[in-house]
């Protein structure tokens, strides 16, 4: 059973340009959360996808934006640079039960940095 | 706001006693909880959960203990081993979100 896989695993870009990060859920999971970890910090949640909708966002701008194919996978893409940017992107995979907070499953990262 | 902290960033233990590592939340309305652990260079690894009305959940060495009254969980691991050295981390989902808001995290150093 394959857990949740991100691509690529390190990605290094220079200030302006544009980032896409992708993630594929566990199996059985359809619902995956993005989530930007800087060094020395806990996770912060970017947004999240189900039914290939945003259904809930975070505190970030508008650079920021994701998308969900009908296979469950998922895309983050990051516009316009800086050198702030420069993190560990964590991908979570669920499964909505329609209930409270599902489980979230975490995949390795993908990290970026920003010259 | 929301927001969820950890009181201490560091903790060492002698291999073979048991851990607690101590997580406070500010958000009431919080009724999720979740702990993972994260090795160096890896994504955070799933623990153990517990909801609201879980004062206690056990899993395999390790107990979730939660107290609603002071906003105030913790997580015990029995007999450390060295494999146990990791950064900690609580979660909480703000009172119902499907996102997680996470602490600072606790490093967990174990000494032979």
């Known amino acids: 059973d394959a857990g949740v896989t991100q691509s690529p695993t390190h990605l290094i870009k220079t200030r302006g340009q544009q980032v896409t990060l992708r993630c594929s859920p566990k199996?059985?999971?359809?619902?995956v959360s993005w989530y930007q970890q800087a060094l020395g910090q806990g996770p912060q949640f970017i947004f999240q996808?189900?039914?290939?909708?945003?259904?809930q966002r975070g505190n970030f701008p508008d650079r920021f934006s994701g998308h969900q194919f009908p296979n469950y996978s998922s895309e983050l893409n990051v516009n316009a640079l800086l050198l702030g940017d420069s993190a560990l992107y964590l991908c979570a995979s669920s499964f909505y039960s329609g209930g409270s907070t599902d489980t979230q499953y975490f995949g390795p990262g993908t990290r970026l940095t920003v010259l | 706001g929301e927001s969820v902290g950890l009181h201490l960033p560091t903790l060492s233990v002698q291999e073979g006693d048991n851990s607690i590592i101590n997580c406070a939340y500010s958000n009431s309305a919080s009724d999720y909880f979740i702990w993972y652990k994260q090795e160096s260079g890896k994504g955070p690894q799933f623990i153990i959960d517990?909801?609201?009305?879980?004062d206690k959940r056990q899993g395999q060495r390790v107990t979730v203990l939660l107290n609603k009254t002071v906003k105030h969980l913790s997580l015990q691991i029995a007999a450390t081993q060295p494999g146990d050295s990791a950064v900690y981390f609580c979660a909480e989902n703000g009172g119902g979100a499907q996102k997680l808001v996470f602490g600072q995290g606790t490093r967990l150093t174990i000494n032979p």
């Open positions: 517990s909801r609201s009305n879980m």
């Open positions: 996808y189900y039914e290939e909708e945003e259904r």
């Open positions: 199996s059985g999971h359809d619902t």
